[in-house]
C-alpha cells in the first residue's frame, strides 16, 4: 500500500485491468508498496520527474525519468512494486494478467513478444514515449481520480486505446511519417490551440484566428489538428460539448433548455438536432433513459 502519499488512486476495470495514479507534489521524495503476482506483466509511464524501482531488498534499483516507460513480466517470480517517487512526479502504471494482454492482439501480429509461444518468457523493455502515447496517457491522468466509478469504462477504452497506439505496427507506421508527432515545435503548438479552443468553448476563435495566435499557418494548423486528434477543430469541439451536455444532462440540476443555454446554443431546437444526430435520442429521451 502507498505510504506518504495523499494522492494516490488504484482502480480495476470491468475487463480485469488495475490502474495505478501517483503523483507527488511534496518537495521531499514518496515511496509506496504493492504486491503483484508472477501472472501479471506490468506497464509503468513517467509523464513527469523521475521514480526509482528497488528489487530485492534494495539490492538492484532501476530509474525512469520523464517521457520514458517501462515493461516488467517475470513468470517465474514475484516482482512487487517498491517505488520511490522523486518531487513533482507523476506516474501512470497499468497491471494486467500476461493471458488477457495477450488476447487483446490477433494471432496474425508481427510482435515477437506477443507470440503465444512467448507467453510464459519473461519480459523487461524500456521505451520512449511516443506523443500520441503521452496524449492517451494524460487523458487517463487528468480522468483517474475520485469519480473513478463513474469513469471505469472510459478508463478501460482508454488503456486499451494506449495498447494499440503501442503496440500497433500499421500505426507506428504511420505516426513515423507524421510530421506533426516527430516535430515537437508543431506538436506543441496544436495542443495549444486545442486548450484555447476548449477554453473558449462557448465562443471559439475562428480558424484563422486561432493559427495566427499559435503562429502557425491555417493549413498545418488543420492537418496536423486532424492527425493528432483524429478530427476537426470543430468536429473536436462538438464532441467536447456533447459530453458536457450528457454530463450535464446526467447530474438532473439543469432540464434541456437550461443546458442548451450553458453550451451556447440560440436555440434549443439547434441543441437537440445537434444532440440527436451524435447519439441518435434527443436530450429528453437520454435523461429518460438514465432511469
Known sequence: MPSNNTNFFECTTSGGITLLKSENNLKKNIFFDRSV???KIQFHFVLNGEINFHYNKGAYSLNVTKGNYIVLYNPDKELPINAENSPQTKILSIIISIKKFHNLFSE????????DENINKKYYAQEKISNPVFITLNDLFLSFGKNIAKNNLYLKAKTY???????D???????????????EENFNK????????????LNPPTLLNLSKEINLSLKKLKEGFK????????????????????????ERKKN????SIKLGYSTAS????????KYGVTPKTYSKNLN
Open 256 to 259: 434541456v433548455n437550461e443546458v
Open 108 to 115: 496474425e501480429n508481427d510482435i515477437q513478444f506477443l507470440k
Open 190 to 201: 496544436i495542443k495549444m490551440a486545442k486548450e484555447i479552443a476548449l477554453k473558449n468553448l
Open 169 to 183: 505496427s500499421s500505426r507506428d507506421t504511420n505516426i513515423e511519417k507524421c510530421p506533426f508527432l516527430t516535430n
Open 270 to 277: 439547434h441543441f437537440i438536432a445537434a444532440f440527436k444526430n
Open 227 to 250: 492527425k493528432i486528434y483524429g478530427k476537426t477543430v470543430y468536429q473536436f469541439l462538438l464532441d467536447h460539448k456533447m459530453e458536457l451536455a450528457k454530463k450535464l444532462l446526467s
Open 161 to 167: 486505446e494506449l495498447f494499440s497506439y503501442i503496440y
Open 37 to 39: 503476482s508472477c501472472e
